[in-house]
């Protein structure tokens, strides 16, 4: 099935309950007024995906976010039929008549009559408002909440936090022609954006990397000490001045108590999701000839390559050469939301940007140079300023490196082992 020509939410429920093939989902009352969804926790013993998920399953088909060969997410398919039913004004659930503690669970909703909608749904926040389609949308914070609920009962048990640099991370490639740059690579600006809001900002310059959690989380072992790679904290909640966006980001952040690892050197950066949490990502990474950033999710205990060096350098040559625009020196990670498209990051409740300092720099040199045509040389007409040229000289070494060459034994997704 295929959603064409854009049919409403209320079009294609109706057609599914109509259809009698999903247990549970049928007409609450005879007026048809009404209904009831089967809304049964993916935790419970008698869970079955194939029956428990299936209507889900079908609306993430319906909107092209599912085929068969995808990893199967109940999960996810369920928060997304919540977020369109809550946000369309053709639906309203009736708590009252919902049941949630019983063997087979199930919420009711009332189909709203449009001379009801005339002043349609009030959103719990601006970033969440409702629409008439019933398109796939951001969920609001009450609902990012139940989905986290959803994931408590779904996550598996926590596996060992070996973090080491022999088996973590590739190994540190073979220094740039200029000599003693490797130093320069490990420096990294992390940025927290709570519901689009700049909070803080860190720079981290430890040659092992960092460990991005919340404050309370206090290290376990010696490996995690200030000494095997620094600590950034996300900032408190308390400084976000609404209520309701305060009170569901201290919830996501309690589910990002592990945190994530992060590593950057002249390969790239690296990263190892440890939290309960999902988190997705964007970034600019090796995919053959194409120069813009790339959206992906991480697995738990995986360690993943999220920006690429090489690529960004043959990007960058191209941009100073006019021929592509300006390629992006920063990663951006979202927590507990999908990231499909980094231009909607400005409503996520938990958004870090990771902005390589080095790349930063040499994208900074060439718009300088851009903006000075008369300049054809790196070098000319820069001595005067002794920081700039010394850039210009790692700028004019890195554009003829062709680019650091994995280890034989390095591979995407290394699992780490003890």
């Known amino acids: 099935m295929s959603n064409s020509g854009g049919r409403r939410l209320k079009q294609w429920l109706m057609e599914q309950?109509?259809?009698?093939?999903?247990?549970?989902?049928?007409?609450?009352?005879?007026?048809?007024?009404?209904?009831?969804?089967?809304?049964?926790?993916?935790?419970?013993?008698?869970?079955?995906?194939?029956?428990?998920?299936?209507?889900?399953?079908?609306?993430?088909?319906?909107?092209?976010?599912?085929?068969?060969?995808d990893k199967a997410e109940p999960a996810t398919w369920k928060t997304r039929l919540r977020c369109a039913l809550n946000k369309s004004p053709d639906f309203e659930e009736v708590t009252e008549r919902s049941q949630l503690d019983i063997s087979e669970p199930y919420k009711v909703y009332r189909i709203v009559p449009e001379d009801e909608q005339k002043h349609g749904k009030t959103p719990v926040m601006a970033m969440s408002a409702a629409t008439s389609s019933g398109e796939d949308m951001d969920c609001s914070p009450s609902e990012i909440e139940d989905f986290m609920k959803e994931e408590e009962g779904c996550s598996s048990q926590a596996s060992p936090e070996y973090w080491t640099q022999s088996n973590a991370f590739p190994l540190q490639p073979e220094p740039l022609p200029s000599g003693g740059l490797s130093s320069v690579w490990s420096q990294m600006m992390i940025s927290f954006y709570y519901g689009g809001k700049l909070i803080h900002s860190t720079l981290v310059s430890h040659p092992e990397g960092c460990r991005i959690s919340p404050q309370q989380h206090l290290a376990r072992s010696a490996i995690y000490s200030s000494d095997s790679m620094q600590s950034v904290h996300f900032p408190p909640a308390e400084l976000i001045e609404y209520?309701?966006?305060?009170?569901?980001?201290?919830k996501l952040l309690g589910h990002l108590e592990r945190g994530v690892l992060v590593r950057a050197n002249q390969d790239g950066i690296f990263i190892k999701r440890l939290c309960q949490s999902r988190v997705f990502w964007s970034g600019l990474v090796d995919m053959g000839s194409h120069y813009h950033p790339m959206p992906g999710k991480l697995e738990r205990d995986a360690v993943v390559k999220i920006f690429d060096t090489g690529k960004f350098l043959q990007a960058?040559?191209?941009?100073?050469?006019?021929?592509?625009?300006a390629p992006d020196p920063t990663v951006t990670l979202c927590f507990g939301e999908e990231l499909t498209d980094p231009s909607t990051a400005k409503s996520k409740l938990i958004i870090v940007q990771i902005n390589v300092m080095n790349c930063q720099h040499l994208l900074d040199s060439v718009n300088m140079r851009r903006s000075q045509p008369y300049?054809?040389?790196?070098?000319?007409?820069?001595?005067?300023?002794?920081?700039?040229?010394?850039?210009?000289?790692?700028?004019?070494?890195?554009?003829?490196?062709?680019?650091?060459?994995r280890p034989a034994c390095y591979r995407e997704n290394m699992p780490i082992t003890a």
């Open 243 to 250: 209520d309701r966006q305060r009170y569901v980001t201290r």
């Open 375 to 405: 300049c054809n040389n790196p070098g000319l007409d820069m001595a005067d300023d002794a920081a700039t040229d010394q850039m210009a000289r790692i700028y004019q070494d890195l554009c003829s490196y062709s680019g650091p060459q």
């Open 17 to 69: 309950i109509q259809s009698a093939q999903y247990s549970g989902l049928q007409w609450e009352d005879e007026t048809r007024t009404t209904f009831r969804i089967p809304w049964k926790h993916a935790g419970k013993q008698d869970y079955n995906q194939e029956v428990d998920a299936s209507i889900f399953k079908a609306w993430a088909v319906f909107k092209g976010k599912f085929k068969e060969g």
């Open 316 to 325: 960058l040559q191209l941009y100073q050469d006019g021929l592509i625009s």
